[in-house]
């Protein structure tokens, strides 16, 4: 059973549309999310992370996370060309790391 | 702005050849890991280190993998006898503290390891 799931995409959105991108995980034991962001070739920068229930803003980022229904997701307000990119759904499964999904590739259209 | 460092960028070798990854983690943290991708695929944890041992490992992580800090600064991953299923993109990351209590791993940009 994977532990993290995501759509692969590409999901494709046009410039100044939202994005929404969303994730499932296995374990019920999770405690810690992470929403990270991949351009081709490069390393994984951190967007934000969430803890608790509800909603988390970051500028045009919002994370919102239920872990009733063992979902996280991430909202990108706004966006822009620079935003296509993977993104990566990773969680803190009480090893000393984080596991990460398979990404799903966004791409805004100009 | 500090910054966990890889080298090499690229590396080519020949199957069963040994290999050296080395990454200079950001000098207050004291969590460290390798992670690898191989191309089109996830993000894979290989093994975490702390207090000069292996905190935690994968079981892609076996017997041909080794890690190492052999000063202060620096942090290695050996593998022996490479196999054509080694080759990926090899991150370095390290962290201040735990991700559940810290939020954030900071990752190098990555050693490009390809097996011939």
């Known amino acids: 059973q994977k532990e993290v799931e995501q759509n692969s995409g590409p999901l494709s959105v046009p410039e100044g549309a939202i994005a929404s991108l969303n994730c499932t995980y296995s374990d019920r034991g999770s405690q810690s999310f992470f929403w990270y962001r991949q351009y081709s070739g490069k390393s994984p920068e951190l967007i934000m992370f969430i803890y608790s229930n509800g909603d988390k803003e970051d500028g045009r980022f919002t994370a919102q996370l239920n872990k009733a229904s063992q979902y996280v997701s991430l909202l990108i307000r706004d966006s822009q060309p620079s935003d296509s990119a993977t993104y990566l759904c990773?969680?803190?499964?009480?090893?000393?790391?984080?596991?990460f999904g398979s990404g799903t590739r966004l791409q805004v259209q100009p | 702005e500090p910054e966990v460092t890889q080298t090499p960028s690229h590396q080519v070798t020949q199957m069963g050849q040994e290999v050296i990854l080395r990454c200079v983690p950001i000098s207050n943290h004291l969590y460290f890991y390798w992670y690898r991708q191989i191309l089109g695929q996830k993000v894979e944890f290989l093994v975490s280190f702390y207090n000069n041992e292996i905190s935690e490992k994968s079981e892609i992580f076996d017997d041909q993998f080794s890690v190492e800090r052999p000063d202060g600064s620096n942090f290695t991953l050996k593998i022996r006898s490479t196999k054509l299923e080694d080759s990926a993109m090899y991150f370095c990351?390290?962290?201040?503290?735990?991700?559940?209590?810290?939020?954030?791993?900071?990752f190098g940009e990555g050693s490009r390891l390809t097996v011939l």
């Open positions: 990773a969680l803190d499964t009480g090893r000393r790391a984080l596991t």
């Open positions: 990351a390290s962290s201040a503290g735990l991700p559940a209590n810290t939020g954030e791993l900071f």
